[in-house]
């Protein structure tokens, strides 16, 4: 390649990467004088095609004029050709810069997503964690719950009778004998300093919480060993203890209504035992739970 077609060349890169990279160089005047070459070469080739055409053709190809004639077209010949490859070399300069182009912007491409696909893995990293999280929680609150659930009918299992049908009757309606509760002989104060006393108490206590709207009607018997009178007072005066420990402990005073009863129609008159029976409560529903 001639030296001035290496100019052409070098102006041609500089254009063509304008923008890409930085060029420390000014290329400005080495593409003016690559351009004015370029366009010396095109002038004088189309001069000489014009002159070809109208010159006479010469028989004598020996003269002067016949030898002017076969420079002139052969300088016509060499400047299309250095034409030619001024173009091919600006073809090929063209096509080095765009594959330059293609090879940062698929180096950027590569960057951007191998920063995209880090970012998307950190995502996932911490959606992991946090589902994970979710999933423990669940799993101890499973636990409590089926703790909580073993310990209830645990519980259930351990309730006298009566409290089970006090807790469906408050739920159903109807009414329920409760003869677990202990008082004083005699006396219409319950004992308290039973153990097992409290407990009842507490658990009846523990459904009318649960049940605001619960309301019943609270009967007292006793042991049929005295006038009517007497056993109706001593009756009433013991549902006034249990409804005193209620609402003590919570409960409305609306939720309870108090009555005595004389017992006419007790369980049994003739023993110690069957006396004893008749010591009891009834609970009779009058608003049930909602």
């Given amino acids: 390649m001639k030296p001035w077609l290496f100019i052409v060349v070098l102006g041609t890169l500089t254009a063509c990467t304008e923008g890409v990279a930085p060029v420390k160089v000014d290329w400005n005047e080495t593409v003016k004088a690559a351009s004015a070459k370029a366009l010396e070469l095109t002038n004088r080739s189309q ?47 063209e096509a080095k810069v765009k594959k330059t182009i293609a090879e940062g912007t698929m180096k950027e491409l590569r960057t951007v997503v191998a920063h995209e696909k880090q970012r998307l893995l950190e995502e996932q990293a911490q959606a992991v964690a946090a589902v994970d999280g979710v999933t423990s929680r669940f799993e101890a609150m499973r636990g409590a719950v089926l703790a909580q659930d073993a310990a209830e009918r645990e519980a259930a299992q351990k309730m006298p009778a009566w409290l089970r049908a006090f807790q469906r009757v408050a739920r159903d309606g109807g009414t329920v004998m409760v003869q677990g509760l202990a008082f004083m002989k005699g006396k219409p104060e319950l004992d308290l300093k039973s153990v097992e006393n409290r407990k009842a108490l507490d658990a009846l206590t523990a459904v009318f919480t649960a049940c605001p709207a619960l309301k019943v009607k609270l009967t007292g018997h006793s042991a049929v060993e005295n006038d009517a009178k007497t056993t109706e007072k001593l009756s009433l005066g013991r549902a006034d203890a249990v409804k005193k420990y209620l609402t003590g402990h919570g409960v409305k005073k609306e939720a309870l209504k108090t009555f005595g009863a004389a017992d006419p129609k007790p369980f049994e008159k003739t023993s110690k035992e069957t006396r004893e029976k008749n010591r009891r409560l009834t609970f009779e529903v009058t608003a049930r739970c909602l």
């Avoid at 030898?67 to 490859?85: G, H, N, Y």
């Fill in 47 to 93: 001069a000489l095609s014009t002159q070809a055409q109208v010159l006479p053709v010469l028989e004598d190809a020996a003269s002067p004029a016949g030898v002017q004639q076969r420079k002139w077209l052969e300088d016509m010949t060499d400047a299309e050709e250095e034409i030619s490859d001024i173009e091919d070399a600006i073809e090929n300069a």
